[in-house]
């Protein structure tokens, strides 16, 4: 049976009521439930591009639309604590940005996935997934406060803004993606000395289970 999608944010303080062990708090689940969008929506991306849904021009629109959302992420978790009104303003543009990916892969238009452009688009897409992967577990860790994730996620967001602009003329150059690279390099070492600084945030209880409404999220969500 399908049921309506619910926000994580809201499934959290549904547990926390019914005193689940297993709960995040409210703040925890929306900030890890942001992440977990980011690498799924970059997952569509990736997917897209590989197999020429998308063209690279498209891809460069999108990845600029998540870098908004990043800088919205961002500005949500500086001060440590994600508001329900800020999850649900993230949660309405993510959505939005689910609704253009899929149209722009179910379009008429067509990308040649073994052109330079597209290949040079993949492999910083792939990077971008593995950074947020890399962020989540921080987070699902306790490694990484929800300020450090929010300073990395504002920092993804220019990464991001790199490759829209990069790609807005349908064509990814090498030194383009060298500056590119240059930046997501070091936002890697950023993200490994903002695991390792000793900091911890405190989650009570890190093995958390996502409900299938929560990770898969809308229609759009896998295609």
Same mark, same amino acid.
């Given at each position: 049976?399908n049921? +309506?999608?619910f926000s994580?944010?809201?499934?959290?303080?549904?547990?926390i009521? %019914?005193g &689940?062990?297993?709960?995040q708090s +409210?703040?925890?689940?929306a900030?890890?439930d942001f $992440?977990d969008?980011?690498i799924?929506q970059? =997952?569509?991306i990736e997917?897209?591009? /590989?197999? @020429?849904?998308?063209?690279?021009r498209?891809?460069?629109r999108l990845e600029k639309?998540?870098?908004?959302i990043e800088n919205m992420?961002?500005?949500?978790?500086?001060?440590? %604590?994600? &508001?329900?009104?800020?999850?649900?303003?993230i949660?309405h543009?993510q959505? *939005?940005?689910?609704?253009n $990916?899929? *149209?722009?892969k179910?379009?008429?238009?067509?990308?040649? +996935?073994?052109s330079?452009?597209s290949?040079?688009m993949?492999?910083?897409v792939?990077?971008? $997934?593995n950074q947020?992967?890399?962020?989540?577990?921080?987070l699902? &860790? !306790? /490694?990484?406060t929800?300020?450090?994730?929010? #300073?990395?996620?504002?920092?993804e967001?220019?990464a991001? #803004?790199?490759q @829209?602009?990069? !790609?807005?003329? @349908?064509h990814v150059? &090498?030194?383009? =993606?060298?500056r590119? /690279?240059?930046? =997501?390099?070091?936002q %890697?070492n950023? $993200?490994w000395? /903002?695991?390792h600084? @000793?900091?911890? *945030?405190?989650?009570?209880q890190?093995n958390?289970?996502?409900s +299938? =409404?929560?990770?898969?999220? *809308?229609q759009?969500?896998? #295609?």
């Amino acid at each position: 049976m399908n049921t +309506p999608r619910f926000s994580r944010t809201l499934l959290a303080l549904v547990a926390i009521a %019914s005193g &689940s062990a297993f709960a995040q708090s +409210p703040s925890n689940a929306a900030a890890d439930d942001f $992440i977990d969008r980011n690498i799924n929506q970059q =997952q569509r991306i990736e997917q897209g591009l /590989q197999s @020429g849904q998308l063209t690279t021009r498209e891809a460069a629109r999108l990845e600029k639309q998540e870098g908004k959302i990043e800088n919205m992420e961002a500005r949500a978790m500086r001060d440590g %604590s994600v &508001s329900q009104n800020e999850a649900r303003k993230i949660d309405h543009a993510q959505d *939005q940005v689910s609704r253009n $990916i899929y *149209q722009e892969k179910h379009d008429a238009q067509r990308g040649n +996935p073994n052109s330079a452009s597209s290949q040079r688009m993949q492999q910083d897409v792939q990077r971008n $997934i593995n950074q947020q992967q890399r962020i989540e577990q921080g987070l699902n &860790s !306790g /490694q990484l406060t929800q300020r450090e994730a929010g #300073r990395l996620e504002h920092r993804e967001a220019q990464a991001n #803004r790199m490759q @829209g602009r990069a !790609g807005a003329d @349908g064509h990814v150059g &090498s030194h383009e =993606q060298q500056r590119i /690279q240059h930046a =997501q390099n070091r936002q %890697s070492n950023n $993200i490994w000395r /903002q695991k390792h600084d @000793g900091q911890q *945030q405190g989650w009570g209880q890190t093995n958390h289970h996502r409900s +299938p =409404q929560s990770s898969g999220r *809308q229609q759009f969500a896998r #295609r």
